[in-house]
């Protein structure tokens, strides 16, 4: 593409907050410490990094243009000044990887991919136009779920190599139903918290789509591509795959099962690590909920006692306003945050679980949901705290 290219090496990196935990050197995997996901929208330099390959580099931003072509009566080239002239929208959305919380659950049997914490997950105002205008360019009304030409999906390509298209580029696709409903949000972004979009998240170009796995919100982006058939790159055909956990490598096929899109319930404990050591019997238990689709965050329970009793956390979003699931004020696509104030005992096994609007609740053990490539890791977050003793707070003053 004139003005992008994918380097074929590292030696082009940008560079990285040092705080972040690298789970990969190359290609750049790393997570913020889980503190860091205490505030609403998550800060640009504290977003989690994932990445299959070298970071592509933009030469020229004024002979950036993307290629929308495929089965579609108008086939265009547009540019990033004709992008930026189309209505902007803000859409406040969470990102996650699928691979969030890879490895609580490589505990219980190993499983293959980057080792996430809890923290490949972000909140942030995402800034673009919608891909719905931008549709209507090259002859798609809104609402749409087919092209004149007999199109059902809508394939992006990026720009960056990866090891795993054989050094082609990355790509994924969703429904063209989403990707022609203005409801849905899915933006061409080329802002991220008011600022123009660094390297590491997508810069010039990204996709946002709300509400499923962040492997489909393609960075980088190159081509839009108008299919019959949903994109038969790797990541969509053999890879994010959601298996049973009777399947392993041996016994693997992959087109037994559909892409994955939507993510389940979520939550996390994000105020205290996974062993800690708390210094007041009344301790903060704080961190984030979320579901895919767009479903909101009904209830967040707290145990203090290993999941015997339980207690309500208060939800919040924006300016700690308190949080009412049906609300349409409501950030439909962003997490929400949740709080608690409990007493702790000496040792504790203090639990975390949410509840969606659907009523889909997290489940209890990893066991369950255990499958070989580690995705979607939903089950009830656990940490382990006891008190300091006297004597350790005295070799603290």
């Not at 929308?68 to 406040?92: A, C, D, H, Q, T």
């Not at 041996?250 to 800690?276: G, H, Y």
Request: aromatic share 8%; charged share 25%.
């Amino acid at each position: 593409m004139p003005g992008l290219r994918g380097p074929s090496d590292y030696s082009e990196e940008p560079p990285r907050h040092p705080s972040l935990k690298v789970n990969s050197k190359e290609p750049f995997n790393a997570e913020p410490h889980r503190a860091a996901l205490l505030s609403y929208i998550t800060p640009i330099d504290f977003f989690y990094k994932r990445n299959h390959g070298p970071i592509p580099v933009v030469d020229d931003i004024e002979r950036y243009n993307v290629s929308i072509g495929g089965l579609v009566e108008k086939p265009l080239e547009i540019s990033m000044f004709e992008i930026r002239r189309l209505p902007k929208y803000n859409v406040v959305a969470t990102l996650q990887c699928a691979g969030n919380r890879r490895t609580e659950m490589s505990k219980a049997r190993t499983v293959k991919g980057v080792g996430w914490d809890v923290s490949a997950i972000g909140n942030a105002i995402w800034g673009g136009a919608k891909l719905a205008d931008v549709l209507e360019l090259v002859g798609i009304s809104k609402h749409s779920s087919f092209s004149a030409l007999g199109g059902k999906h809508v394939e992006f390509v990026s720009i960056d190599k990866c090891k795993e298209e054989n050094g082609g580029p990355y790509k994924a696709s969703i429904s063209l139903r989403q990707a022609a409903n203005p409801e849905a949000d899915v933006l061409l972004a080329y802002e991220m918290n008011g600022e123009i979009l660094n390297r590491d998240h997508g810069y010039p170009l990204r996709v946002i789509v709300p509400g499923v796995i962040g492997a489909r919100s393609v960075k980088w982006l190159d081509h839009i591509n108008i299919i019959e058939e949903e994109c038969q790159g790797f990541f969509m055909q053999k890879d994010y795959k959601m298996f049973p956990p009777s399947v392993n490598w041996d016994n693997i096929n992959w087109m037994t099962r559909k892409a994955q899109m939507d993510f389940p319930v979520q939550c996390a404990i994000c105020s205290l690590e996974d062993v800690d050591v708390v210094n007041q019997v009344k301790a903060t238990i704080a961190g984030y909920a979320v579901s895919g689709g767009g479903r909101g965050i009904e209830r967040v329970d707290i145990s203090v006692d290993g999941g015997k009793t339980w207690l309500e956390a208060e939800r919040y979003q924006r300016r700690n306003a308190p949080y009412q699931s049906d609300d349409m004020n409501n950030d439909k696509w962003a997490w929400v945050l949740f709080k608690a104030t409990v007493d702790t005992p000496e040792n504790a096994v203090i639990i975390a679980k949410a509840v969606d609007a659907a009523a889909n609740v997290q489940p209890e053990k990893v066991d369950a949901i255990w499958n070989l490539r580690g995705i979607l890791n939903t089950s009830w977050h656990k940490v382990r705290v006891r008190r300091a003793s006297p004597a350790m707070k005295n070799s603290n003053l």
